[in-house]
């Protein structure tokens, strides 16, 4: 599921997230909001709804220390992540799978990638 932002102000609506605090359930693709979804942001006052949003390419995000490309539409079953999980939803206590076990490469080190 791909990641929208609202070219206005910026936010950016993640699938994996959702909001619920405003009963939208993680895991509703953007396709799947209403529509009469708007902005949370910016939406309350000038309206801002969904052809506001533009798709944002998937990013991956590469391992500055040796190159393991993270690809959040795979995720790592082996390592317990489940596809579809962002780069960003990855525990603060990740580590690079090819070199962080022996080094605890974590998140810092990757940067993201087209
Ligand atoms: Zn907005
Ligand atoms: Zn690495």
């Known amino acids: 599921m791909s990641n929208y932002r609202c070219s206005p102000c910026g936010y950016i609506y993640y699938p994996s997230r959702g909001e619920p605090k405003n009963g939208i359930a993680p895991g509703t693709a953007f396709e799947d909001l209403p529509d009469d979804y708007i902005c949370p942001v910016c939406g309350v006052r000038a309206k801002v709804g969904k052809s506001a949003f ?31 999980t962002a780069f960003e939803d990855l525990p603060d206590d990740y580590v690079c799978p090819v070199c962080g076990v022996y080094v605890k490469i974590g998140k810092d080190a990757f940067v993201p990638t087209m």
Not at 57 to 84: F, Q, S, V
């Open 54 to 84: 533009y798709e944002m390419e998937t990013m991956l995000y590469r391992c500055n220390a040796c190159n393991y490309l993270y690809d959040p539409a795979r995720g790592e079953p082996k390592n317990g992540i489940a596809p579809g």
